[in-house]
């Protein structure tokens, strides 16, 4: 049986990526964020200490902005830090147009076995707000967010982080995603952490995610998880446009609806 690896960059290679994508950082961030700004998401990874957690803000068309990156210390098996997430989730922010805007929607990994029932304790009652715990499943071929049938209370998001990750690989290095100056070397040398691996198994190719030595890789993660929470909800630019001109903070909507843009749909 015979192997070819094909890589989709090389670690030397991810190195100027890092360099170029930290190049290209501008002063923007969740204070002072572009007019262009319509929603805000947020993807938070859950560690054995700590919850992170990225915001991204989104244009009409489409365009990602990573505006921070910030980090709740503590067990998530302790209430503590689950109420400071709350916190960051519950802020609205200034517009520069004249109003205020607040997180549309979020979501929490819950695919470590140990911290599950924590995560779906935060999400539960706050399914209103759009905050939903998320279970990633490989494979590049998934959709990329669909939702399983309802146990206990919660609307559980299956995330296909493969295909997810390979569209924010995509347009990483374009005008479609931005970056505040806010993030750092290290946020970026963990948001180029991982490559595609392509391998020919009886002439079969199979891709998958690997992580490059020495690197972790929760800024990734956390922008595959904000990226995904961009899909669960519509959109309307012109409507959130007027609201954000007024010094009321945007309306969601009562009922999730899915966007149809990550999937091309």
């Known amino acids: 049986m015979r192997h070819l690896l094909l890589l989709a960059f090389e670690p030397a290679e991810a190195a100027d990526l890092d360099a170029d994508l930290l190049a290209r950082a501008e002063p923007i961030s969740l204070a002072t964020m572009p ?18 957690m990225t915001s991204i803000g989104w244009t009409a068309d489409g365009a990602a902005l990573v505006l921070a990156h910030e980090i709740a210390w503590g067990s998530p098996l302790d209430a503590a830090v689950w109420i400071e997430l709350d916190d960051l989730l519950l802020r609205r922010f200034r517009h520069p147009n004249g109003g205020q805007i607040g997180y549309d929607a979020a979501l929490v990994d819950s695919g470590d076995g140990g911290t599950t029932d924590a995560v779906y304790a935060f999400c539960r009652p ?8 998320l279970k990633g499943m490989a494979g590049f071929k998934r959709s990329t967010v669909t939702v399983s049938p309802q146990k ?41 952490a991982e490559r595609i691996q ?52 945007p309306q969601k909507a009562a009922m999730v609806s899915r966007s149809k843009w990550l999937s091309g749909g």
Do not use: N
Request: net charge positive; proline share 4%; charged share 25%.
């Open 152 to 192: 206990s209370g919660i609307r559980l998001q299956i995330v296909g982080v493969d295909a997810v990750k390979a569209q924010i690989i995509a347009r990483a290095p374009t005008p479609q995603m931005r970056y505040s100056d806010t993030l750092g070397p290290e946020w970026f040398a963990q948001f180029t």
């Open 198 to 249: 392509v391998k020919y198994s009886r002439g079969v190719p199979v891709k998958q995610f690997v992580r490059i030595s020495g690197r972790r890789a929760e800024a990734l993660d956390c922008v595959t998880y904000a990226f995904a929470a961009r899909q669960v909800f519509h959109l309307d630019a012109d409507r959130r446009g007027s609201e954000l001109a007024t010094a009321s903070a």
């Open 126 to 133: 706050r399914i209103g707000r759009r905050i939903f715990a």
């Open 35 to 52: 007019p262009e700004v319509l929603a805000l998401t947020a993807g938070v990874d859950v560690q054995g200490d700590r919850l992170e």
